[in-house]
């Protein structure tokens, strides 16, 4: 399968000190991606270190070498910078120094960093893209734990092979990685069946928020910041409670509303299913994503953002509709 990929020669060549850094609220194909390129790179003897705005979120910890992930920022600067599965620099959240930035992705529309990016759109999770990098780079040194970093992205980012960006190509991946040591019963046990009672209490809260607009078409959860405070609970606790919405029969387009620290900035998710693009309902908020799963910030009066992302939806499906008829 041996395919030319610039950014292998790029940090061949590379003989100073290598970033490789991801988004803040970082998720499992972020932190997948990140650990499994930066095992990869120390085992060819690379100068390599990894690091993100915030902590590692609870249900990652079991990943290999996760202690050895550092804060963002780092007052250094690096002689190149990898950043994977994020759009754009602005992602890190924080400032990040390097003489040279690279991205390997797969979000739609993302900014061009350098003649080096590896970003394909097509792809179901960024692990999926470092996975094509590694295995053309060098096969043979991709192991248990690498195995376990990549496979972790394609379960998360793909709703465990359920969402609609998993192809026969997704489980080719996920063939290769199981065989090269990834274990899906241990690494989906330790994503999604170690639940805290607290966290079952912020959902229950926030399943009591769940409006329907739109003959039920649009769904919308809010997590205001008290939930988590009576709860004590934590915002990346808040991952996946949008895929409660988005199970409605009626649903096309479920939106979750996340109060930030400050109350007046809402991190807002968007999930489709396959009718509305709701990375174009966040792109114009300002954020970004992909066909069925995007996302962005708003601030504002809580009732007033509400309203402004109902209506870009409706408008959005009132299109739809006059496109069927
Ligand atoms: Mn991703």
């Known amino acids: 399968m041996e395919k030319y990929i610039p950014i292998i020669e790029r940090l061949k060549r590379e003989e100073k000190d290598i970033l490789i850094f991801t988004h803040e609220n970082p998720d499992g194909d972020g932190i997948g991606s ?14 390599v270190v990894m690091a993100m705005k915030d902590d590692v979120p609870y249900v990652y910890n079991f990943l290999p070498k996760v202690d050895e992930i550092k804060k963002l920022p780092i007052n250094h600067k690096f002689s190149v910078a990898i950043l994977v599965d994020a759009s754009s620099r602005k992602r890190a959240g924080t400032q990040i120094q390097s003489h040279e930035l690279i991205r390997i992705d797969h979000h739609i529309g993302g900014e061009f960093e350098s003649i080096y990016d590896y970003v394909d759109d097509y792809s179901p999770s960024t692990t999926a893209v470092v996975t094509e990098i590694l295995r053309n780079w060098d096969e043979s040194l991709i192991d248990k734990e690498i195995a376990t970093c990549l496979y972790t992205g394609l379960i998360t980012d793909t709703g465990s092979f359920k969402y609609n960006n998993t192809t026969s190509k997704t489980f080719e991946i996920a063939k290769f990685l199981t065989e090269k040591g990834a274990d899906p019963f241990y690494i989906s046990k330790m994503v999604f069946e170690r639940n805290k009672v607290n966290v079952l209490m912020l959902l229950q809260k926030t399943l009591s928020t769940l409006e329907l607009y739109n003959d039920g078409k649009i769904a919308v959860l809010t997590v205001f910041r008290d939930f988590l405070n009576q709860t004590n609970t934590l915002e990346e606790d808040t991952e996946g409670f949008v895929n409660f919405a988005r199970s409605i029969e009626s649903v096309k387009v479920a939106i979750i509303m996340i109060q930030k620290e400050d109350l007046k900035t809402w991190r807002v998710s968007l999930r489709g299913k396959g009718d509305v693009d709701v990375q174009e309902i966040a792109k114009y908020f ?29 408008q959005k499906l009132e299109n739809l509709q006059l496109i069927n008829v």
């Open 34 to 47: 990140m650990i499994a390129l930066y095992l990869f790179l120390k085992k060819i003897g690379k100068n």
């Open 286 to 314: 300002g954020g970004g994503g992909h066909k069925d799963a995007a996302g962005c910030r708003i601030m504002g009066e809580y009732e007033k953002v509400k309203e402004s992302l109902v209506d870009k939806v409706s």
